[in-house]
């Protein structure tokens, strides 16, 4: 058996990515049982990939697939010890993904990928692109990750995209795979290249409908969350979808997200951040003591500052102007400390308690106001 580092690690390493790198290793000539033999756990379902228990580091036998049905799991592979290297590498998504390395640091290029990597194209490696739609959202990522470099899609892997979304493949994706693909591009700075990419290739009807509207000249509307967390760069998309369309959106939030998959989390923050937004932008000119108030009810503030902390950065992204914000901010600080204590509230039960708690915030914050 012959073991190669392939794909993500020798890219990012050739385009001098900082490490550490996600390696990859596929494994030539051996099969399930000496790879089981040798104390490798297999994990893959639907073909042999297995981990090295010591390092955790997944090693794949080298196949070959056809396509036998729809969608990503619409394949019959063969994975049998005669495969090489240059067929399994032929199967990959784009040739700077088809790169090999052997244990001796010698470099395996049949599909020209250094020379892809080095004149900044995407490009498919064989005709069999066509046959996984999910390569469509690949491309996709792959663009936001490499925008910066200067990358560009080759034209006739533009071609074959074209071909792939116009043939209704797409449908067959389930929402689970299209969020992972959609979570990776979260991750990069350029995500909003990302969705631009999709809706470039008419692909967002199929893969997100609940997005369509936000088209791409909008997406310059989230480049101010480009170094923003996952969960606010999906908050920030939600949050220009909701100023294009008439009612809210954050009604409709739940029905979205069991279309769309996207963990709960991703969720609470973007309806946090839409409700706040409404509050802060309803408020016009000026902000009273108790849209503060509800703004800090809504982001839980007193128990959980922290929060409130990223609820207000997320807003200070967008607003060039970020007066509103420091007023807000400087209002909660003013207000922060005053809480339940026997001499203040003797003689008070349950919501008397809180209704006392309310006014003397709502006082304060008014107070900081004026």
Same mark, same amino acid.
């Given at each position: ?57 997944? +090693? ?111 449908? +067959? ?153 420091? /007023?807000? /901010? ?41």
């Amino acid at each position: 058996m012959q073991i190669y580092l392939v794909g993500g690690a020798i890219r990012d390493r050739l385009l001098e990515l900082p490490a550490p790198y996600e390696c990859d290793w596929v494994v030539v000539g051996s099969s399930p049982e000496e790879m089981k033999s040798k104390g490798y756990i297999k994990v893959g379902k639907s073909f042999p990939v297995f981990i090295d228990p010591k390092t955790s580091e997944e +090693y794949a036998l080298a196949r070959t697939e056809s396509k036998s049905g729809h969608g990503y799991h619409g394949f019959d592979f063969d994975a049998g010890p005669e495969i090489t290297l240059e067929e399994d590498l032929l199967r990959r998504d784009l040739t700077i993904n088809a790169i090999a390395e052997d244990d001796m640091g010698n470099i395996i290029d049949p599909y020209n990928g250094i020379a892809d990597i080095k004149n900044r194209v995407l490009r498919h490696v064989s005709g069999a692109f066509r046959d996984d739609p999910l390569r469509v959202l690949r491309v996709a990522r792959f663009m936001s990750k490499l925008s910066s470099f200067g990358f560009r899609i080759a034209d006739e892997t533009n071609e074959l995209i074209t071909e792939i979304v116009s043939s209704g493949e797409l449908d +067959y994706l389930v929402p689970e795979r299209i969020w992972l693909e959609t979570e990776k591009a979260l991750r990069t700075d350029c995500f909003d290249v990302y969705f631009k990419t999709l809706f470039d290739f008419n692909a967002i009807a199929d893969i997100y409908p609940d997005l369509e509207g936000v088209d791409h000249t909008l997406c310059s509307s989230l480049t101010p969350y480009r170094n923003a967390s996952p969960e606010m760069k999906m908050a920030s998309i939600f949050c220009a979808l909701n100023n294009l369309k008439e009612g809210n959106i954050i009604e409709h939030l739940d029905e979205i997200q069991s279309r769309i998959k996207f963990p709960n989390t991703f969720k609470s923050f973007a309806k946090t951040a839409l409700k706040t937004s409404k509050i802060i932008h309803d408020s016009k000119d000026s902000i009273s003591a108790i849209d503060v108030y509800e703004i800090l009810e809504a982001t839980d503030a007193f128990r959980s500052p922290e929060y409130f902390s990223l609820i207000m950065e997320f807003h200070n992204l967008a607003d060039a102007d970020n007066r509103k914000i420091k /007023i807000i /901010i400087d209002a909660f600080d003013s207000c922060k400390d005053i809480g339940y204590d026997e001499e203040t509230f003797e003689g008070l039960e349950g919501d008397s308690i809180k209704k006392k708690i309310d006014g003397l915030r709502i006082e304060k914050i008014d107070s900081s106001l004026k």
